[in-house]
Nanobody, 115 residues
């Protein structure tokens, strides 16, 4: 059974940085296209970034392009999201999952950008 555990969130000031991690288990991580999503209060969950299985290709939402970087370590079954130049509108709960036909969502990790 697939299990995804997100970590690394926290409170940060505008302009700051955070690095999120997602520990994956219960499936062959290296064979799946993976993604980060986020859900702000009162809003629908949105796709933030996608990375292909070998890590050679990535895609980003326009709102985070140039500020966020998705990466993966297939040897450690881990997905990362480096977030720089954070803005208050980045405040949300962040989740990882496979890009297509997502498994059950984990608890996510809260990111709050505020003074």
């Amino acid at each position: 059974q697939a299990q995804l555990v997100e970590s690394g969130g926290g409170l940060v000031q505008p302009g700051g940085s955070l690095r999120l991690s997602c520990a994956a288990s219960g499936f062959t991580f290296s064979t799946y296209i993976m993604s980060w999503h986020r859900q702000a209060p009162g809003k629908e969950r949105e796709l933030v970034a996608t990375i292909y299985s070998a890590g050679s290709s990535t895609n980003y939402a326009d709102s985070v392009k140039g500020r966020f970087t998705i990466s993966r370590d297939n040897a450690k079954n881990t997905l990362h999201l480096q977030m720089n130049s954070l803005k208050p509108e980045d405040t949300a709960v962040y989740y990882c999952n496979r890009r297509f036909n997502p498994w059950s969502w984990g608890q996510g990790t809260q990111v709050t950008v505020s003074t």
